[in-house]
């Protein structure tokens, strides 16, 4: 389907807009404290998208009693408004507030005095307090703390500090609460309503500025970032709303994040809404992904990455998983492609280019095929053959036998020269060339070559099963005047995956998930990890070769 742009980043746009209706945004309380009437008020000012409720939900009280001191509201708010917003709202189960004068009474108060770097959060959990009960002990603590400042931390009766924090502790993470690998992840029971958090970066703010005019005058294309993120959700919703049902409902919190905000992500990470989360789909970046990770941790949420290749984000954190495949698994599953369907017919190479960022892979393949041969007990003989270049790959041709070259590569330049001069090389022999997927959208690659290459590569999605969703592909044709990309069956996979085992498992199949292998009709799910402590990583890959100028996908697994 042709792309009309100016209707499809129009859409987009409507799109971002709608969200806005029913974002969550991690707000901190308002610093801007007035007395008006004899009565203290924090002044609130709204930002774009907020609504009344979530306000309410921000200052610990309900829409009513922000209604009450605030008539113009009634009506709606709008972006720039100011809210009066009491300050003693007496929220229930909490202390009575304590007036902090600065005079020391040991006998009836337990004393806290602050130290560099210290935060409010951590304070909280070093005595077992709520930073609502902490802040009525010690009005005036939303102007923040300062080292050396006594704070009243509770009363001689009822306070009990945690021993395992009885120093001052300096988190490498602001406000966030050190766990060690071993630390055991609470169970969580089956509920008929789980709270599901999806972190995007959708950039609502930037979006809004952008004129569909002036980028198809330009001839710019959207932003990929926002785009890729609302298709997810598009496609994520897609799939939620056909696994609805009576016994079990989701609610979805929509969340922009963006990487470069870290306090808006720590400032999340505290709320009441982020711990009553049942999971998480996101933060996209690795950054950020870390930050949520840590906290998840904490307060046992499972959380997903969608898109990262780096395993790293999943070490010290068996709540984490992550559904894209690493380049290192892509390029194992291929070697293993190698060994079970090729080697008994063929010669398998693998070209060294010579060039010193590539040489990991060359590296590492060689290893772990090498590794599977001995794992099989198959003779050494068979093990894979390196060679230097182009001419290594013709002094080593073995005629009568398919001679297989695998070569990971990224330069373009190079990847171009070798892959034609192997094509003109390779007539009437019978040879077969491996890679990244990347090699076949390259604009300086002939198809031609490829195609007579019988090009061979891995790959995490199942690109040529796009059909499946012709329904849904459908609707979204009608309401972008697009086709979706690739982020949008994605989304639907990875809802449908997660959200069905949630209703069928209950929240503790997330520490199974390599019990529960499933396939997708774009993604394929089958994790591993290497030990208790540590995320799950999906393992599943697809194998696809070129043959008449088509794409075929392996029938292994």
């Not at 959708?202 to 710019?220: M, N, R």
Request: net charge positive.
């Amino acid at each position: 389907m042709k792309r009309n742009f100016f209707k499809y980043q129009k859409g987009v746009l409507s799109f971002i807009s709608l969200l806005l209706s029913f974002f969550s945004f991690a707000q901190e309380k308002s610093t801007d404290l007035r007395t008006i009437n004899n009565k203290k008020y924090y002044i609130h000012k709204v930002e774009k998208g907020q609504s009344i409720y979530a306000i309410a939900k921000l200052y610990g009280t309900d829409v009513n009693v922000v209604l009450a001191d605030n008539d113009e509201a009634i009506d709606g708010i709008k972006p720039g408004q100011e809210l009066k917003i009491p300050v003693d709202l007496k929220p229930a189960n909490v202390v009575k507030p304590i007036a902090n004068t600065g005079a020391i009474d040991t006998n009836r108060y337990v004393y806290h005095k602050v130290v560099k770097k210290e935060t409010i959060y951590s304070i909280c959990k070093q005595y077992n307090i709520t930073d609502k009960q902490l802040e009525q002990y010690n009005p005036g603590l939303a102007l923040g703390i300062k080292p050396d400042q006594m704070l009243i931390v509770g009363e001689k009766a009822n306070v009990k500090k945690q021993t395992a924090l009885s120093n001052p502790v300096n988190f490498n993470t602001p406000s966030l609460k050190v766990l060690d690998d071993t630390t055991a992840t609470k169970p969580r029971s089956r509920k008929s309503t789980y709270n599901i958090g999806l972190m995007l970066p959708f950039k609502i703010a930037e979006s809004e500025l952008i004129d569909p005019t002036v980028l198809i005058q330009s001839k710019a294309s959207f932003p990929q970032l926002q785009s890729y993120s609302v298709d997810f959700l598009m496609g994520f919703n897609k799939a939620l709303d056909s696994l609805k049902s009576e016994d079990v409902k989701f609610e979805t919190f929509v969340y922009d994040v963006d990487d470069k905000d870290s306090a808006k992500l720590e400032n999340l990470c505290r709320s009441e809404e982020f711990k009553n989360l049942d999971l998480i789909i996101g933060p996209v970046y690795p950054s950020g992904f870390k930050t949520v990770s840590a906290y998840a941790k904490q307060y046992s949420i499972p959380l997903v990455s969608p898109f990262t290749q780096q395993n790293k984000i999943l070490f010290k954190n068996n709540m984490a998983s992550k559904t894209n495949p690493s380049q290192f698994t892509l390029m194992e599953a291929l070697a293993d492609f190698c060994i079970d369907s090729l080697k008994s017919s063929s010669v398998i190479y693998i070209i060294n280019n010579g060039m010193a960022k590539e040489q990991q892979y060359v590296k590492a393949f060689k290893t772990y095929y090498n590794e599977r041969i001995k794992q099989l007990n198959q003779p050494l003989k068979d093990s894979i053959i390196e060679v230097r270049g182009l001419g290594g790959a013709k002094e080593k041709y073995v005629a009568g036998k398919k001679n297989v070259y695998v070569l990971f590569s990224n330069n373009q330049v190079y990847l171009a020269d070798f892959i034609t001069q192997l094509a003109v090389w390779s007539d009437k022999k019978d040879v077969m060339l491996a890679g990244w997927q990347n090699v076949t959208q390259s604009d300086n690659i002939d198809q031609e070559y490829l195609n007579r290459l019988s090009y061979l590569f891995p790959s995490q999605n199942n690109i040529n099963n796009i059909k499946a969703y012709s329904g849904p592909i459908r609707n979204y044709q009608i309401q972008m005047d697009s086709d979706p990309s690739d982020y949008f069956f994605m989304g639907f996979d990875i809802a449908q995956y997660y959200i069905t085992n949630l209703k069928l498992n209950g929240p503790e199949f997330v520490s199974q998930l390599d019990k529960y292998p499933f396939e997708g009709n774009f993604l394929r799910f089958k994790f591993y990890r290497p030990d208790n402590a540590t995320g799950f990583e999906n393992r599943g890959a697809y194998i696809f070769r070129y043959n008449n100028f088509q794409l075929y996908r392996s029938l292994w697994k």
